[in-house]
């Protein structure tokens, strides 16, 4: 037990540098001082109750989840009918009344069109029914949407909805939000730092919903200003009427290419009118999509659609190959910044409207980190007292063992990036009394083993052997309910659990190898015939 060769030595006390120095610049943080630029910085941060920030409640629009599979629906069937050989001609389709409902002009293709059909209605791949197919009349097909169906699309809408959000709050160059479901159609996002949360409402109040969509000509001016289009098209409003003299355009309802396919955009500037836009690049199939569409309709006008407004409707005056186009709409440049940043991240797939907004300020959390240093350091300064008085140089040896300890969950802290909540400081406290708990068993049982008249090494090393098994066995509870909060915790919750997790697996290091490593030095130099204990 008291034998530690050369190589053990070293990666003992290398790991203890190591996660020391990995502390240090949290220590100049806590402390309000500069941390020198030229060395690494990685840093602990702090959460919203403790460096202040904004925090909004953002609840998303599960009826238009609905409409849209709705008319996802009325799409797929229309084009797998089409594409039937031979093909299955229908009457109007419709989608009133929440479901999708067609006339077959033969009522003898039923079977045909179930067929082509069938594969529509389990669109999960996970077997669960997401629609109801029936005949009605003989020849007119209802398609209704199952409440399993409905509750599976609005559940995958707001899985999408937090990665997207989670990408574009990274973009704003902001660290360690908290993005969380909250119910079935709610997202709470929690920034620490950000004072002002305006940009970061813009930032996740626009859907980015991208289309480029063929005008249609026939459409006419009297009816435009009623917003009526005509028949397999729909009318979409400018986003600036007044700059174009007109409410809006009418647009084919099918076809056309959607902004998930890119790849990049970026914010640039227009070489002919040096105005600001957005540069836009599809990826391979998108390319080829945007490449057809703009080859089979040359001098035809396209409208570029962004959330349901139209940004411009250019005409094409030759076909565009390379995959790549520009979105004008008389940007600013962050404007135009925030709109790239937004397609880069991928359209929403469902609106966000914020419910709930409120800004943090520091001064709580400032309050809190003074108040929780000056509880740390009497605390640890009348333990320290304590242990010295209690068990001499064997004290010493804890002391030291808990200021390690301290430094050590700062840096495994700081190198896994974690943030540090107000919850998060009563863990930190809570495995620094753990520590100190390992100590006091260590020593306690080297002084029975010397009171039964063991000799100073026998008795050593029998009361690290005896003492470490008791500290697994209580830490490996605590380990336990640890792993069981960090993994279905979310919040103050999971931040408790990961910082008592950390200080858990240092202080066990601290109290059970690094002092025994010390103890052990000592012993072989000074060859004791007696303990002060």
């Known amino acids: ?15 203890t540098a190591i996660l020391i120095a990995a502390a240090l610049p949290s220590m100049f943080n806590l402390g309000s001082l500069d941390w020198p630029k030229a060395l690494p ?5 702090l959460g919203l109750d403790l460096a202040g920030g904004s925090h909004i409640l953002l609840e998303a629009d599960a009826d238009q989840v609905r409409r849209q599979r709705l008319d996802n629906m009325e799409e797929d069937v ?39 059909i069938e594969p529509l209605l389990n669109s999960n791949g996970a077997g669960t029914r997401e629609w109801d197919f029936q005949v009605v009349e003989g020849n007119r097909i209802v398609l209704t949407p199952t409440a399993k169906g409905i509750d599976t699309a609005i559940g995958q809408a707001m899985d999408t909805a937090v990665e997207v959000v989670r990408k574009r709050i990274d973009a704003l160059g902001t660290r360690e939000p908290t993005i969380i479901r909250q119910g079935a159609d709610r997202i709470v996002v929690q920034v620490p730092g950000l004072k002002d949360p305006g940009a970061l409402k813009a930032q996740l109040g626009q859907t980015a919903k991208l289309e480029f969509k063929l005008v249609d000509q026939t459409a006419l001016a009297d009816d435009l200003a009623k917003g009526i289009a005509p028949p397999g098209s729909q009318f979409v409003p400018y986003a600036d009427p007044s700059k174009f003299g007109s409410p809006g355009i009418a647009v084919k309802r099918y076809g056309g ?68 186009a520009q979105i004008s709409g008389g940007f600013t440049v962050e404007g135009a910044n925030q709109l790239a940043i937004n397609l880069r991240s991928g359209a929403l797939p469902v609106d966000l409207k914020v419910v709930e907004e409120r800004t943090v300020g520091p001064d709580l959390g400032a309050e809190s980190i003074r108040k929780g240093l000056i509880a740390f350091m009497v605390g640890t300064a009348a333990l ?13 040896y804890a002391n030291v063992g808990l200021i390690v300890n301290t430094l050590m969950i700062l840096g495994v802290m700081a190198i896994a990036n974690t943030t540090l909540t107000l ?46 098994r008791a500290i697994f066995d209580a830490n490996m509870t605590n380990v336990i309910a640890a792993v069981l909060m960090a993994y279905f915790g979310t919040g103050p919750i999971r931040g408790f659990a990961i910082v008592l997790l950390i200080g858990i697996v240092t202080s066990v290091f601290t109290a059970v190898t690094l002092t025994r490593m010390w103890v052990a030095g000592w012993v072989r130099k000074a060859r004791p015939a007696d303990l002060n204990l």
Do not use: C, H
């Open 1 to 15: 037990m008291l034998e530690f060769s050369r190589w053990k030595q070293i990666f003992y006390w290398g790991l």
């Open 41 to 45: 910085s990685q840093k602990i941060n």
């Open 78 to 116: 229309q084009n797998r009918l089409r594409r039937a050989d031979p093909q299955i001609r229908i009457g109007d389709i419709s989608t009133r009344d929440g479901n999708v409902n067609f006339l077959l002009a033969e009522a003898s293709q039923v079977d045909k069109a179930r067929a082509q």
């Open 257 to 324: 290419i959607k902004g998930d396919q890119l790849t990049n955009a970026v914010q640039s500037n227009d070489q002919q009118t040096n105005q600001a836009v957005v540069s836009i690049t599809f990826d391979q199939q998108g390319g080829s999509k945007f490449a057809k569409l703009t080859s089979e309709n040359v001098n035809k006008p396209f409208a570029i659609i962004l959330d349901g407004k139209v940004l411009s409707a250019p005409n094409i005056n030759e076909p565009i190959l390379g995959g790549s």
């Open 384 to 396: 320290m007292a304590f242990m010295i008085a209690t068990y001499g140089r064997f004290g010493i």
């Open 423 to 468: 919850p998060g400081i009563a863990g930190f406290v809570l495995t620094i009394g753990a520590a100190v708990d390992a100590n006091v068993l260590i020593n306690e049982r080297i002084r029975e083993e010397r009171a039964r008249g063991r000799r100073v090494i026998q008795a050593i090393e029998t009361g690290y052997k005896e003492a470490s």
